[in-house]
T-cell receptor, first 115, second 113 residues
Framework: AQSVAQPEDQVNVAEGNPLTVKCTYS??????LFWYVQYPNRGLQFLLK??????LVKGSYGFEAEFNKSQTSFHLKKPSALVSDSALYFC?????????????FGTGTRLTVIP | DAGITQSPRYKITETGRQVTLMCHQT?????MFWYRQDLGHGLRLIYY???????DKGEVPDGYVVSRSKTENFPLTLESATRSQTSVYFC????????????FGNGTRLTVT
């Protein structure tokens, strides 16, 4: 079975400070991992993905994520938060051994960047 | 504008009625998906399609029907709407494997009274 946990419903950070949004996953095989962002009244937008290779993945808008196999984590990070980063963030996982491109999503973390 | 379009954006219907949510993509992506988004559950997969005339169940398929006669369209039908189907529905598409990012529509907010 595949699952994703985002332990924090809400993360608040001051503008200019580093931000971290946490994600842990569970799959039986190797994971494909994704981060998406959702702005109000919009669909999800792709930020970055980990398939294989370098554990540090860089994505859109200055975001990056670190894959940690031993801790089964894929935390999203940004060195300096912007007010415009305020949004709902979703982590998603897919087992690399499955045949379909369907993802399992976490429940989301609402990020608020305080000016 | 190229992309993925969902219609309607908002829909109110009564319990027991049939309702169809439309999804159209202009990229000719092979894969299409329907998710529902509910508070506390994140996004849950309802149905997906790997190509025209090929569909498969996701995590929460009960009460829903899909079809895909053309690559670009993937309608979702609620055969007899229930209040528990009040949700925001997202359609998405992606290129064929290797794992490609999903491209989402802007959603349909469905209220069943």
């Amino acid at each position: 079975a595949q699952s994703v946990a985002q332990p924090e419903d809400q993360v608040n950070v001051a503008e200019g400070n580093p931000l971290t949004v946490k994600c842990t996953y569970s799959v039986s095989g190797n994971p494909y991992l994704f981060w998406y962002v959702q702005y109000p009244n919009r669909g999800l937008q792709f930020l970055l993905k980990y398939i294989t290779g370098d554990n540090l993945v860089k994505g859109s808008y200055g975001f990056e994520a670190e894959f940690n196999k031993s801790q089964t984590s894929f935390h999203l990070k940004k060195p300096s938060a912007l007010v415009s980063d305020s949004a709902l963030y979703f982590c998603a996982v897919r087992d690399a051994q499955t045949g379909a491109n369907n993802l399992f999503f976490g429940t989301g973390t609402r990020l608020t960047v305080i000016p | 504008d190229a992309g993925i379009t969902q219609s309607p954006r908002y829909k109110i219907t009564e319990t027991g009625r049939q309702v169809t949510l439309m999804c159209h993509q202009t990229w000719s992506h092979s894969y299409m998906f329907w998710y529902r988004q509910d508070l506390g559950h994140g996004l849950r997969l309802i149905y997906y399609s790997a190509a025209a005339d090929i569909t498969d169940k996701g995590e929460v398929p009960d009460g829903y029907v899909v079809s895909r006669s053309k690559t670009e369209n993937f309608p979702l039908t609620l055969e007899s709407a229930t209040r528990s189907q009040t949700s925001v529905y997202f359609c998405a598409s992606s290129e064929i494997d290797p794992p490609s990012p999903l491209h989402f529509g802007n959603g349909t907010r469905l209220t069943v009274t």
